[in-house]
């Protein structure tokens, strides 16, 4: 599968998000009412388009998956919206491109998004005649939330983004974000070479206090940080860089220190996240000069109730 282009849709995108809306709801099984998305139009695509956003994703140019992004009204269809809540609409990928991860991308682009647009929540209607289609949406963290006209609406908390201008800001998230973490927890990091994934572990060592320094395990892939006064959780630091498969990094027999470490990997996504259902993804983006876009996205019930807002609101810079 080639690396997917994926940008927030404008309205000049309306005529190709029609033909991938109809041609994704078109390929459903048919449903009783059928679905409103097979209505949807040039001229009401580009009027979402304008109270709203969208997602557009390209495969080798060609477009293969489209969403609309609605803060405008409820998932039932009631203005006004709540505030703070987008809907997630026509979530649509062309028959040819399913089952290849384009969905997950198109989704979690979305949700970014969204996040960076304020948004706290995501929410969408799924009918009762795809029950496949609710177990994939709760697979991807949403919860049922209440019953809608024909399905269910459901809904999860948007990730979480923050402004990290300098390294001793990195450092200070990484410290902040230690105080919600426990021994058990699995945090994941990714980003590109140079992102500041390291960089935040050591803010993160430097919160848990665990014997330092923590650098880059070039030569090992992981490295144990005892607890300095032996009472907190010792933090795991593994680079998964040059693992090539879940089963390579299943080999580096870390199980015996999960329950009482933090385990951080960088590089770990699609390597490390089979480990435990409940898991933090940290993704780092570098935006101008020297600013990162810091993205927490929490997976799975451990973090219900985990205020990851004020860890973040905490962090000088942001
Ligand atoms: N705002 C910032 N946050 C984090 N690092 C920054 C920032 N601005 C500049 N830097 C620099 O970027 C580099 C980040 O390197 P770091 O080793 O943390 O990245 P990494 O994501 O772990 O890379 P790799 O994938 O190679 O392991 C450091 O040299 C750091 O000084
Ligand atoms: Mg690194």
Redo the contacts with the bound molecule.
């Keep these: 599968m080639p690396e997917p282009e994926i940008v927030e849709a404008e309205p000049a995108d309306a005529e190709v998000m029609v033909a991938l809306m109809q041609a994704a709801f078109g390929a459903r099984r048919p449903v009783d009412p059928p679905s409103e998305a097979l209505g949807e139009t040039v001229e009401s695509v580009r009027e979402a388009l304008t109270t709203g956003t969208g997602v557009l994703v390209r495969l080798d140019g060609v477009p293969a998956a489209t969403l609309l992004i609605d803060p405008t009204a409820t998932a039932e269809g009631e203005h006004p919206a709540v505030p703070g809540t987008v809907v997630l609409r026509r979530v649509s990928v062309h028959p040819d491109y399913q089952g290849g991860g384009v969905a997950l991308q198109l989704v979690a682009a979305a949700e970014e998004i969204a996040a960076e647009d304020g948004a706290r929540r995501a929410e969408l209607i799924a009918r009762h005649e795809f029950p496949e289609l609710i177990t994939w949406w709760r697979a991807g963290g949403y919860r049922e939330l209440r019953p809608a006209p024909h399905g269910v609406v459901l809904g999860r908390d948007l990730p979480v983004p923050v402004q990290?201008?300098?390294?001793d800001?990195?450092h200070a998230l990484g410290e902040r974000l230690a105080g919600v973490l426990r021994a058990g927890d699995l945090v994941i990091?990714s980003?590109?070479?140079?992102?500041?994934?390291?960089?935040?572990?050591?803010g993160l060592a430097r919160g848990l206090g665990v014997d330092g320094p923590v650098i880059?395990p070039t030569f090992v892939l992981s490295r144990v940080h005892p607890s300095r006064n032996g009472a907190g959780p010792s933090l795991v630091h593994v680079?998964a860089?040059r693992l090539g498969s879940p089963e390579e990094f299943d080999d580096l027999d870390l199980d015996e220190s999960y329950g009482s470490s933090v385990t951080l990997v960088?590089?770990g996504l699609g390597l490390a996240d089979h480990v435990n259902p409940d898991w933090l993804h940290i993704h780092?983006r570098r935006g101008d000069d020297?600013?990162?876009v810091v993205t927490l996205r929490p997976q799975g019930a451990r973090w219900r109730g985990v205020d990851l807002r004020a860890v973040v609101e905490g962090v000088p810079g942001a």
Excluded: F, H, N
């Design positions: 990290v201008p300098t390294v800001d990195m990091a980003g590109d070479l140079g992102a500041g994934k390291t960089t935040l572990t050591q880059s680079d860089y960088e590089w780092i020297d600013t990162r």
